[in-house]
């Protein structure tokens, strides 16, 4: 059997203006895929070659490609990402990023800097768990209560995990946007994702980075504390830090606008 192109092992879509000098790569975030920038896309369309994927384990992507003992870490996700830029021959790109695809764009623009030239880094956190000094929103016993919760009763879990995330109760379609995105994952690929996205620690990379990256926080993120980016901007050599006013943690479906203006005073 021939082994699938990255294209069709991620389920690359190629949209916006074709012949651009410039490619705008999109790289959604844990439980979604890559509709989650239908928000975005539009506004950046006519300037940039739009290239959108879905990670691995979720949307089109290839299922077969998929196996939980070598998706244990972001790693993995990193090099099907560079693998697709190699495949398109892609330089120059604009990374954009969102939660665990943010550190995502970051590995991948650490393993190959000539494809790269900026990075747009929307609720980024190298690490969730606080240790003495450092803030990354989220305790041990936080951590133990969302896997036992996830264990116990999966269906409410999904459902609970959702509305906080998007933290927008005046919108429940948007919680309702992300609880369908999550319960179209298999169980148990979405809860061996979660815990690996919850205890990894990419301090020391994001310290590596030499490319201009933009980080992109909301202003009430349940996930990543305003310390969080913070500290982010201040390990990022070439980085400026944009607080938007939005809640959620998915501030391009809940404030897409926002979003839209920060990245255009970022890119020029």
């Known amino acids: 059997m021939t082994a699938p192109t990255p294209l069709q092992k991620n389920n690359v879509n190629i949209a916006g203006k074709r012949d651009a000098g410039q490619a705008m790569v999109f790289v959604h975030g ?39 003992c070598n998706y244990l870490n972001l790693k993995p996700y990193a090099d099907d990402l560079t693998d697709v830029l190699a495949h398109l021959d892609i330089t120059n790109a604009v990374l954009v990023g969102h939660s665990v695809g943010a550190i995502v764009a970051v590995l991948a623009a650490l393993q190959t800097p000539q494809r790269i030239s900026k990075l747009v880094l929307l609720g980024a956190n190298p690490r969730y768990l606080n240790e003495d000094g450092y803030t990354g929103g989220f305790a041990r016993q936080d951590i133990d209560d969302i896997y036992r919760e996830a264990t116990q009763s999966y269906p409410d879990w999904l459902a609970s995990f959702a509305s906080a995330a998007m933290a927008n109760p005046d919108r429940p379609e948007l919680a309702r946007y992300f609880a369908k995105c999550l319960n179209s994952y298999p169980p148990e690929w979405l809860l061996t994702v979660l815990c690996s996205v919850l205890q990894t620690d990419y301090r020391q990379e994001i310290g590596q980075l030499e490319i201009p990256a933009q980080i992109i926080q909301s202003r009430n993120d349940p996930f990543v504390p305003l310390a969080t980016a913070e500290y982010m901007q201040s390990r990022i050599k070439h980085s400026v830090l944009q607080v938007i006013d939005a809640d959620g943690h998915f501030p391009h479906l809940g404030a897409a606008e926002q979003v839209i203006a920060a990245m255009r005073g970022f890119l020029g």
């Open 30 to 68: 844990f439980g979604t895929d890559q509709g989650a920038w239908h928000k975005i896309v539009p506004a950046f369309s006519q300037t940039y070659r739009i290239v959108l994927l879905d990670q691995i384990g979720s949307g089109g992507s290839q299922s077969s490609a998929y196996s939980i």
